[in-house]
Nanobody, 121 residues
Framework: QVRLVESGGGLVQPGGSLRLSCAASGTIFIVLDMGWYRRAPGERRELVAT???????NYVDSAKGRFIISRDNANNTVYLQMNSLKPAATAVYYCYHRIKGTPWGTTGDYWGQGIEVTVSS
């Protein structure tokens, strides 16, 4: 059993910054990919950023140059530093971890409960 807990969301003015965190706990042998998705009101879920176990990163075009994804493998945590925020970034953000629970087990994707980010003056 694995649990992901997100933190760091909230209300911020346009141009401001927020740092999201997502920590995993439970039966974890190794965390492979980590990432963030978001769902804006009335929109489909969108990939924001991903980071592999080798620290290769990928961003949605709207996040490039302003968002930074990073990871702390010792604490099974992924971060999303969001700078120069725009109202279009308003959404519920969901983290995920691709986890192998045991050396002989299978790999599964686990999701956080979602955290709200509102960019508004």
């Amino acid at each position: 059993q694995v649990r992901l807990v997100e933190s760091g969301g909230g209300l911020v003015q346009p141009g401001g910054s927020l740092r999201l965190s997502c920590a995993a706990s439970g039966t974890i042998f190794i965390v492979l990919d980590m990432g963030w998705y978001r769902r804006a009101p009335g929109e489909r879920r969108e990939l924001v950023a991903t980071i592999t176990s080798g620290d290769d990163t990928n961003y949605v075009d709207s996040a490039k140059g302003r968002f930074i994804i990073s990871r702390d493998n010792a604490n099974n945590t992924v971060y999303l530093q969001m700078n120069s925020l725009k109202p279009a970034a308003t959404a519920v953000y969901y983290c995920y971890h691709r986890i192998k629970g045991t050396p002989w087990g299978t790999t599964g994707d686990y999701w956080g409960q979602g955290i709200e980010v509102t960019v508004s003056s």
